[in-house]
C-alpha cells in the first residue's frame, strides 16, 4: 500500500516568507508526529497528533510554528516568517497506534530558507 | 539535551564483514529502543526494536544488543551486503510514550 507522502519534497523560501508543508500519512494510521531533522543530526520530535487532537506540542521552536490535523488524515506544517535557521529537512510519520512503536516516515520536505 | 548518542559518525567495512554500530543513551527511564536506516532522500525505515525486558533481539542478518547497566545498545548486521551502505539512526522512548529521541547517526559504507 501507500506509504507516508509529502509535499512538496523541497522548498526554497526567502526570510520572512510563510510556508505550508503537507503530510499524507498512512491511511488509518492514528498517530501522527513531525520531525525537524537539521544537516548531520537526527530527527527531533516538533510536535504529535492523535486522530484530529494535538496532543503534544512541546518540540516547535516558537510561535511561528504552527500544525494541524483538521480531520485526523492530512496535516500541515506551517512556518510563519522563515528564518534562516528554519532551514532543515521536515520529516512527517504516522503509526497506527496510540503509543510507541514503529513509526512509517514519510520523504521528508527539505526547506532552504535564504 | 542529547538523550541519545551515536559517537561515530561514519563505519567503513568490507563486504561480508561484520558491521557493528552503537548508541548510548543517559535518560535511565528508556525502555524501547528502535534502529532506523536511511538512504539520501528517503525517509527513515524501521529496521529492528528491542524491548528493556530483553538483551537481544535478531531478525535475519540484524541483531540488537541491549546493556541496560551500561545504557548501551549496538546493532550488528553479518554478513554486511552493499545494499547496506545507509545512515543508521538509533532511537529510544519510554514505552508508553509517542517520542522518539534520536541519535545523530552513523554512516555506514560497505566496500566491495
Known amino acids: 500500500g501507500a506509504g507516508v507522502s509529502q509535499s512538496p519534497r523541497y522548498k526554497v523560501a526567502k526570510r520572512g516568507q510563510d510556508v505550508a508543508l503537507r503530510c499524507d500519512p498512512i491511511s488509518g494510521h492514528v498517530s501522527l508526529f513531525w520531525y525537524q531533522q537539521a544537516l548531520g543530526q537526527g530527527p527531533e520530535f516538533l510536535t504529535y497528533f492523535q486522530n484530529e487532537a494535538q496532543l503534544d506540542k512541546s518540540g516547535l521552536p516558537s510561535d511561528r510554528f504552527f500544525a494541524e490535523r483538521p480531520e485526523g488524515s492530512v496535516s500541515t506544517l506551517k512556518i510563519q516568517r522563515t528564518q534562516q535557521e528554519d532551514s532543515a529537512v521536515y520529516l512527517c510519520?504516522?503509526?497506527?497506534?496510540?503509543?510507541?512503536?514503529?513509526?512509517?516516515f514519510g520523504p521528508g520536505t527539505r526547506l532552504t530558507v535564504t | 539535551d542529547q538523550q541519545v548518542k551515536q559517537n561515530s559518525p561514519s563505519l567503513s567495512v568490507q563486504e561480508g564483514r561484520i558491521s557493528i554500530l552503537n548508541c548510548d543513551y543517559t535518560?535511565?527511564?528508556?525502555?524501547?529502543f528502535l534502529w532506523y536506516k536511511k538512504y539520501p532522500a528517503e525517509g527513515p525505515t524501521f529496521l529492528i526494536s528491542i524491548s528493556s525486558i530483553k538483551d537481544k533481539n535478531e531478525d535475519g542478518r540484524f541483531t540488537v544488543f541491549l546493556n541496560k547497566s551500561a545504557k548501551h545498545l549496538s546493532l550488528h548486521i553479518v554478513p554486511s551486503q552493499p545494499g547496506d551502505s545507509a545512515v543508521y539512526f538509533c532511537a529510544a522512548s519510554l514505552s508508553n510514550d509517542y517520542k522518539l529521541s534520536f541519535g545523530a547517526g552513523t554512516t555506514v559504507t560497505v566496500r566491495a
Open positions: 535518560n535511565s527511564m528508556f525502555d524501547y
Open positions: 510519520a504516522s503509526s497506527p497506534g496510540l503509543s510507541t512503536g514503529e513509526q512509517y
